[in-house]
């Protein structure tokens, strides 16, 4: 389906990388994008003049920006040759369970899967949970995408749920919750099934990771080693995160660490 707007400019956003960005939503990013050093001249005029008339739209409407060589071929495929930008859905967080009053509006739904995440029934087992811990839930403005982390005595945080609709997942929401979880917690560690059908993209946003009995240990900003010094001799300490999931328990530090799913 073609957006409700769209606009044919030179060539793609690119940062420094010369990366091309493939999506940019304006309500999340766009302080975040007007603040980098590569965001200067024909770029940044870009991205402001974008932000005007998407303001000027409905909120469904969107802006693709695409090198005029690949119009036709991007018309007819929609092969992702560009970037499009749209005012997205804001993230919040929150680190108060009377703020997620609302989160049953994530309602697990799929044509393609009859075993889909029930997310009502996550939200029902986490409640209690939230009460009485340190936590902080990540959601989008339309409820497509819900991130519970739990900071750990040791030092690495800990992803105790992911949650997301396939639309959170196409329309980036899930990528921006993510992008909002690392300015907070630079150390972050989860697990997912080898069979989750998100493993590909849970392998996009790790440093590394393990192997275990069918599951997958993720993690980003730690080696999961540290140098310790014992009776004068210097020896690698693994971290507990590391040492919970290879001995199989079914909790890492504190907290269940098995992301949720796609619903």
């Given at each position: 389906m073609l957006p409700a707007a769209a606009a044919v400019l030179r060539t793609s956003v690119r940062p420094a990388t010369s990366r091309t960005l493939t999506r940019i939503n304006l309500d999340d990013e766009f302080d975040y994008l007007m603040a980098q050093p590569w965001c200067r001249y024909g770029t940044r005029l870009t991205i402001v003049q974008c932000q005007d008339l998407l303001n000027s739209l409905p909120r469904s409407s969107s802006v693709a920006i695409i090198h005029p060589g690949n119009l036709q071929k991007e018309l007819s495929t929609d092969s992702g040759a560009g970037t499009l930008i749209?005012?997205?859905?804001?993230?919040?967080?929150?680190?108060?369970?009377?703020?997620?009053?609302?989160?049953?509006?994530l309602e697990a739904r799929s044509d393609s899967c009859s075993d889909c995440l029930d997310i009502p029934a996550?939200?029902?087992?986490f409640a209690s949970i939230l009460t009485e811990k340190k936590f902080t839930a990540?959601?989008?403005?339309?409820?497509?995408c819900m991130a519970i982390i739990m900071p750990q005595?040791?030092?690495m945080a800990i992803l105790t749920s992911l949650s997301t609709t396939k639309s959170g997942l196409?329309?980036?929401t899930m990528k921006n919750i993510f992008t909002n979880i690392r300015k907070d917690y630079p150390t972050l560690a989860w697990a997912a099934s080898e069979g989750d059908e998100d493993l590909t993209?849970?392998?996009e946003q790790a440093d590394g990771s393990f192997h275990e009995n069918g599951r997958v240990l993720f993690y980003y900003g730690s080696d999961m080693r540290s140098v310790a010094l014992t009776e004068g001799q210097i020896s690698v300490a693994l971290s507990p995160v590391y040492k919970?999931?290879?001995?199989g328990r079914a909790t890492l530090g504190d907290s269940n660490l098995e992301s949720g799913g796609t619903a």
């Open positions: 749209r005012l997205g859905n804001r993230i919040q967080k929150t680190s108060s369970i009377k703020e997620l009053k609302d989160i049953k509006k996550i939200v029902d087992q990540y959601y989008d403005d339309a409820m497509h005595n040791q030092g196409l329309n980036g993209w849970f392998f919970n999931f290879v001995s």
